[in-house]
């Protein structure tokens, strides 16, 4: 049984009288511990498949099973509770709180899930560790790199152990060399604790990180290859 499976998903928008069809049919199978890239232009649907995969969003026809569950028409609370269990987000802007401690934003996700304060820190502790920022827990974002505040932010995804990490445009905010430790840190994730990733972005460098890459065009998908 995949992890993820879509089922002729297809997803409309009503923009006035004007319909607009973001997602058309798009059938995907992603095996536990693959390394996914999802790329295409603007508008290609990328981002709504993004979306649709980390229950953010509902397809307007079709199914999407997760884990074996189908999710496509769950409630509001009910995919609240899926994605703090099953999904970890990485964004390209870190969205970290300014005023809190890396090891408390890291924190965040179990205070919410109702995690007792002694096993929060642990874990939080352990995810700092797990991206190389042992010594960093009491730092603030303004007192950080770029480049750890977006391990500050794959360790807050990391903090739940949620088998699935999707970041989208995780290297959108940094140079070339930091773009490539944290993308180095995501293969040694992805080989080393088996997470499946699952990467949106625009760079082909970037993409060639992963080991299949999806490609989107006009709300369909036009192309799905591994990467030798």
Do not use: C, H, W
């Given at each position: 049984m995949a992890l993820i499976e879509t089922q002729e998903i297809t997803r409309t928008y009503r923009l006035g009288d004007v319909e607009v069809n973001a997602l058309n049919g798009v059938s995907v199978l992603i095996e536990k511990g693959e390394?996914?890239?999802?790329?295409?232009?603007?508008?290609s649907g990328k981002s709504t498949f993004m979306n649709i995969l980390g229950c953010l969003d509902r397809p307007t026809a079709g199914k999407y099973l997760l884990d074996g569950i189908d999710v496509s028409s769950m409630g509001r609370d009910r995919l609240a509770e899926i994605r703090n269990?099953?999904?970890?987000?990485?964004?390209?802007?870190?969205?970290l709180l300014a005023r809190t401690?890396?090891?408390?934003?890291?924190?965040?996700?179990?205070?919410?899930?109702g995690i007792a304060a002694d096993e929060r820190r642990r874990r939080a502790v352990k995810a700092l560790g797990m991206v190389g920022l042992q010594g960093r827990e009491m730092h603030y974002p303004n007192q950080l790199s770029g480049g750890q505040q977006q391990r500050v932010a794959i360790a807050r995804a990391l903090v739940n152990e949620a088998?699935?990490?999707?970041?989208?445009?995780?290297?959108?905010?940094?140079?070339?060399?930091?773009?490539?430790?944290?993308?180095t840190?995501?293969?040694?994730?992805?080989?080393?604790?088996?997470?499946?990733?699952i990467l949106v972005t625009h760079e082909p460098d970037i993409a060639a990180f992963?080991?299949?890459?999806?490609?989107?065009?006009?709300?369909?998908?036009?192309?799905?290859?591994?990467?030798?």
């Open positions: 390394f996914v890239s999802i790329m295409g232009p603007s508008g269990r099953k999904l970890g987000f990485v964004f390209q802007g870190f969205n401690s890396a090891l408390e934003n890291v924190e965040l996700p179990l205070f919410y899930a088998p699935i990490i999707l970041a989208d445009e995780p290297t959108g905010n940094l140079d070339t060399k930091t773009s490539e430790e944290i993308m840190l995501f293969v040694r994730l992805n080989v080393e604790s088996k997470i499946t990733i992963s080991r299949r890459s999806i490609r989107f065009m006009d709300g369909r998908l036009i192309s799905d290859e591994e990467i030798s």
